[in-house]
């Protein structure tokens, strides 16, 4: 079973120029210690930058990375960027 489409730009403002900077946020708020530790805590899921080989491959293979991605995305909208309306 294909799992569905997840379409980035769904979730991102629609102007360039802040498309650009809702991303770079997201790149940077991916890589940021404390606010990986606020979406743990406030989904129950988490991002360990420091996995293994064997477990990013597993992770991977297995979806998981996809879908804590996806979460992580949904997430960033509200908690981190803010309204987009």
């Not at 379409?7 to 991102?12: P, V």
């Not at 940077?28 to 420091?50: H, M, Q, Y």
């Not at 293979?61 to 879908?67: C, F, H, L, T, V």
Request: glycine share 6%; aromatic share 12%.
């Amino acid at each position: 079973m294909m799992p569905t489409p997840f379409n980035l730009s769904d979730y991102m403002p629609q102007d360039p120029l802040m498309a650009q900077a809702w991303a770079d946020c997201l790149r940077w708020a991916i890589g940021e210690p404390d606010v990986l530790a606020r979406f743990t805590a406030e989904t129950g899921k988490s991002i360990d930058p420091n996995r293994t080989p064997i477990e990013r491959l597993v992770a991977t293979q297995s979806g998981e990375d996809r879908a804590v991605f996806e979460s992580f995305v949904l997430w960033f909208g509200p908690a981190v960027w803010g309204d987009l309306q």
